[in-house]
């Protein structure tokens, strides 16, 4: 319906209407006809409409006939249409798979697959699975976000896998910079059999700060440049910076600072999956403050192994805790450094063996272990000062042997090491065991 303008004014469609003051002389505005009558038919017309396709507001109620009785029936009738307009365009309401990489895919690669998908909402009914093809595929340094505001309906995911990494993948020879050149190569030469899909960087790996996606079935392989990272930040070939990421059956080899970076945000690994960090000139786990790694059941696998620094490194206010079989071997620093309120769990059958450095060093913070072996380090196998605590359990695994630095065990400066029935460390701990107080600080090993 258009304007329909006085009657009197037939030259301009735009006229105003005007009241009538007969005491100035003004005469009133002639209304036409059409201005009424195309006004109630066109709102009936909606109400009438609402009702033949039976419509309900926004309460639930139905949308009735037209009816003199109700003067609320136009509001009725447009929450009405509200309610059931079709799905707009920039919806994905339904579970959706596009490809990735390869002949005739939907997208080229994984930022052309997120600049798509920024554009659109993924509803309560809708996900989207984004399918990266079986191959190599490099990314230079450009990298790859993981960013998107409904990002816990996104899977990104690799093909399967050919089969899963065995321990014997991850043989090391030792922790010096010779033995992790070696043992680096043999592991991603391993890896190459195992995955299906491999993404190469040059730069910056996928970097995630999103809630709640999930990645997997991914190798990804870094080339060791130079990095400027600070050793904690969450930089890597895999980062989680502020966000929630869920992985499962994710490798990272040779990165040019950590194989994985956390920091104000959570890794979790799918329990019954694996992950691993190896190669990386800092740490196969890089935590930054805040950072968390939550991992699953003792069916679940993390090999750190073969890194310039630490198997995992950890600083102020971060954790790692789950049950999974953690192997950190053959490291340039320790198997696992953790300092400044930082808590650290790891399940059954773990291995801190040939690090250059402590198997286990805790600084200010927390360590438990359900059951493990901590042999052939160059420094103690388990190193805890400045009142932090650590526990290891007694099961027939959990064994101390052959390390350097004069003891397997070292507790010093108020901090307390509870062992229970673990092998290797009377005779071999400083202080002595079930001594109170008997030196390095007051520490105290509980045997």
Not at 110 to 118: K, V
Not at 197 to 225: H, K, P, Y
Request: aromatic fraction near 10%; include cysteine.
């Amino acid at each position: 319906m258009r304007y329909n303008q006085p009657f009197d004014q037939p030259s301009n469609p735009n006229a105003p209407y005007v009241d009538g003051e007969p005491a100035a002389g003004i005469e009133g505005s002639i209304v036409p006809a059409a201005s009424v009558e195309f006004d109630q038919r066109e709102i009936v017309e909606v109400i009438q409409t609402a009702f033949n396709r039976n419509y309900t507001d926004f309460s639930g109620a139905a949308c009735a006939a037209p009816s003199n009785i109700d003067l609320t029936q136009l509001r009725k009738a447009i929450e009405g249409f509200f309610r059931t307009l079709p799905t707009p365009s920039w919806y994905i309401d339904t579970p959706v798979t596009f490809t990735v990489h390869g002949s005739g895919a939907d997208f080229p690669d994984l930022n052309s697959a997120f600049e798509y998908l920024s554009k659109y909402i993924i509803t309560h009914n809708g996900s989207v699975k984004l399918d990266i093809a079986a191959g190599r595929w490099s990314y230079g340094s450009a990298g790859v976000v993981l960013d998107h505001a409904n990002a816990d309906r996104i899977l990104v995911t690799g093909a399967n896998l050919v089969s899963n990494p065995v321990n014997g993948d991850f043989a090391v020879t030792g922790g010096s910079a010779a033995a992790r050149l070696n043992d680096r190569t043999h592991t991603l030469n391993q890896l190459r059999t195992r995955f299906a899909t491999e993404l190469d960087f040059s730069g910056a790996g996928i970097r995630s700060s999103s809630l709640g996606m999930q990645i997997q079935n991914l190798l990804l392989v870094g080339d060791r440049a130079p990095y400027t990272a600070s050793p904690i930040a969450a930089s890597g070939l895999l980062a989680v910076q502020n966000g929630l990421l869920y992985a499962a059956n994710i490798s990272c080899c040779n990165g040019g600072a950590n194989a994985i970076g956390i920091s104000g945000g959570s890794l979790n690994l799918i329990d019954g999956s694996f992950l691993s960090g190896s190669g990386a000139a800092l740490h196969g786990i890089g935590l930054g403050a805040g950072g968390d790694f939550w991992h699953g059941s003792a069916n679940t696998n993390i090999w750190m192994t073969s890194n310039d620094a630490n198997g995992i490194g950890a600083g102020f206010n971060c954790g790692a805790n789950g049950y999974a079989a953690t192997w950190c071997n053959g490291n340039g620093g320790a198997g696992i450094a953790c300092s400044i309120i930082g808590q650290f769990q790891v399940g059954p059958n773990s291995q801190f063996y040939l690090n250059a450095g402590n198997g286990v060093f805790v600084d200010q913070g927390v360590f438990y272990c359900d059951s493990g072996a901590f042999q052939q380090n160059g420094g103690a196998g388990l190193y805890v000062v400045v009142g932090s605590s650590a526990q290891v359990g007694g099961a027939s695994a959990s064994y101390f042997s052959g390390n350097g630095g004069g003891y397997n065990v070292a507790c010093g400066a108020g901090s307390y090491c509870y062992l229970p029935g673990v092998g290797g460390v009377a005779g071999s701990s400083s202080p002595p065991v079930n001594t109170p107080n008997g030196g390095s600080g007051g520490g105290y090993v509980a045997n």
